[in-house]
């Protein structure tokens, strides 16, 4: 069980608009900055975004992330295929001391 | 460009111990810090715990203190993790991820992360 809870599936056809959610609680999301990761299938996970909304040089600003309260979102426009992933929020936690991740979101590309 | 490059995949029998190495390069490697993530088959993802020459002794995700040894070696820019005790429980693929630590407490992000190890414990 993830510390923080997010949906285990989404899915959009291509060029539509879909976003990811990751609800947490005041020992984390609250408190902490937000960071977003991508895992491409057999690869390794990409930092997607940062410190809530800021994304890494080269990532398109069709990715954004947004924060409010004790849960963060991730927003995906014009989706494209190569957008079908695994996407992670993650954030410090007090409780255990450490970053915590969600358990992930599958995207599905129709 | 900063890459960091793993070590191959182990076969370890419960109650070993395996260390996995991460070879960092593109960047001054005693400028930032390394953490250890791990994901389990078809599971999510979970931080082990950092290494930073700068930020003092290692730190640990409290489950695994006592099994877990995280050690830098700046001469040669390459980063050990040693997992002891092992249990099937601990079949993974471990990760490497250069560690950015941002001014506000709490704030840290990976980039970018190795291409993982494969461990596989087994009898």
């Known amino acids: 069980q993830s510390v923080l809870t997010q949906s285990p599936s989404a899915s959009g056809t291509p060029g539509q608009r879909v976003t990811i959610s990751c609800s947490g609680s005041n020992s984390n999301i609250e408190t902490y900055i937000v960071n977003w990761y991508q895992q491409l299938p057999g690869t390794a996970p990409k930092l997607l975004i940062y410190s809530n909304n800021k994304r890494p040089s080269g990532v398109p600003d069709r990715f954004s992330g947004s924060k409010s309260g004790t849960s963060a979102s991730l927003a995906i426009s014009g989706l494209q295929s190569e957008d079908e992933a695994d996407y992670f929020c993650a954030a410090w936690d007090d409780s255990l001391n450490g970053p915590v991740f969600g358990g992930g979101t599958k995207l599905t590309v129709l | 460009q900063v890459q960091l490059v793993q070590s191959g995949a182990e076969v370890k029998k419960p109650g070993a111990s395996v260390k996995v190495s991460c070879k960092a390069s593109g960047y001054t490697f005693s400028d930032y810090g390394i953490s250890w993530v791990r994901q389990a088959p078809g599971q999510g993802l979970e931080w082990m715990g950092w290494?930073?020459?700068?930020?003092?002794?290692?730190k640990y995700a409290l489950e695994l203190q006592g099994r877990v040894t995280m050690t830098m070696d700046t001469s040669t820019s390459t980063a050990y993790m040693e997992l002891r005790s092992l249990k099937s429980d601990d079949t993974a693929v471990y990760y490497c991820?250069?560690?950015?630590?941002?001014?506000?407490?709490?704030?840290?992000?990976?980039?970018?992360w190795g291409q993982g190890t494969l461990v596989t414990v087994s009898s």
């Open positions: 290494i930073s020459p700068y930020k003092g002794n290692p």
């Open positions: 991820a250069r560690t950015i630590f941002g001014v506000v407490i709490g704030a840290n992000w990976f980039d970018p």
